[in-house]
T-cell receptor, first 114, second 113 residues
Framework: AQTVTQSQPEMSVQEAETVTLSCTYD???????LFWYKQPPSRQMILVIRQEAYKQQNATENRFSVNFQKAAKSFSLKISDSQLGDAAMYFCAYRSALDDKIIFGKGTRLHILP | DSGVTQTPKHLITATGQRVTLRCSPR?????VYWYQQSLDQGLQFLIQYYNGEERAKGNILERFSAQQFPDLHSELNLSSLELGDSALYFC????????????FGEGSRLTVL
């Protein structure tokens, strides 16, 4: 069964600095999708960024980018120029292209220090 | 606004009771997922439906059941409630088969006293 591991329960970063959140996953499949979701204090889950495993190019969305290392099964999220509004719980998620399960890691709580 | 509607937003009940949580997916989305998020925990996948049929099952207790109706709305039924069932229950619908992106509702917060 696939698993998603986020090894950093909490992280802090100074406003305007860059922070990287780690995510590793375990799968025997070659085709899948990876996601980062943000959950602010409002508890609403919001998609931050998405990566298809067959694409070698790392996805980017404005200040958010990923470092996708397929062989290492690693999918880290880099937030540049951190802003106070980035403070949230961040979840890494995996979806196989073969079945419909979408599983999440336990999350990393990110604090932004003014 | 994600387009996914969940009701009720908050629910307080007693142990041993039964509740039903309702979810209306985004227009056009055929897949509905249910997740449980306990205090400061990740999202535990419960169950997924696609166009009225159960497609995938996760860590769903036997006391819990779900279904998806012909109009594509879904209900999660929780029975014989225990204190540990207190959690935020999320429904999400999926945009399509190619990306797998989930659109989440605002969640139903269940408190069992």
């Amino acid at each position: 069964a696939q698993t998603v591991t986020q090894s950093q329960p909490e992280m802090s970063v100074q406003e305007a600095e860059t922070v990287t959140l780690s995510c590793t996953y375990d799968t025997s499949e070659s085709d899948y999708y990876l996601f980062w979701y943000k959950q602010p204090p409002s508890r609403q889950m919001i998609l931050v960024i998405r990566q298809e495993a067959y694409k070698q190019q790392n996805a980017t969305e404005n200040r958010f980018s990923v470092n996708f290392q397929k062989a290492a099964k690693s999918f880290s999220l880099k937030i540049s120029d951190s802003q106070l509004g980035d403070a949230a719980m961040y979840f890494c998620a995996y979806r196989s292209a073969l079945d419909d399960k979408i599983i999440f890691g336990k999350g990393t709580r990110l604090h932004i220090l003014p | 606004d994600s387009g996914v509607t969940q009701t009720p937003k908050h629910l307080i009940t007693a142990t041993g009771q039964r509740v039903t949580l309702r979810c209306s997916p985004r227009s056009g989305d055929l897949s509905v997922y249910w997740y449980q998020q306990s205090l400061d925990q990740g999202l535990q996948f419960l169950i997924q439906y696609y166009n009225g049929e159960e497609r995938a099952k996760g860590n769903i207790l036997e006391r819990f059941s779900a279904q998806q109706f012909p109009d594509l709305h879904s209900e999660l039924n929780l029975s014989s409630l225990e204190l540990g069932d207190s959690a935020l229950y999320f429904c999400a619908s999926r945009a399509g088969v190619d990306t797998g992106e989930l659109f989440f509702g605002e969640g139903s917060r269940l408190t069992v006293l």
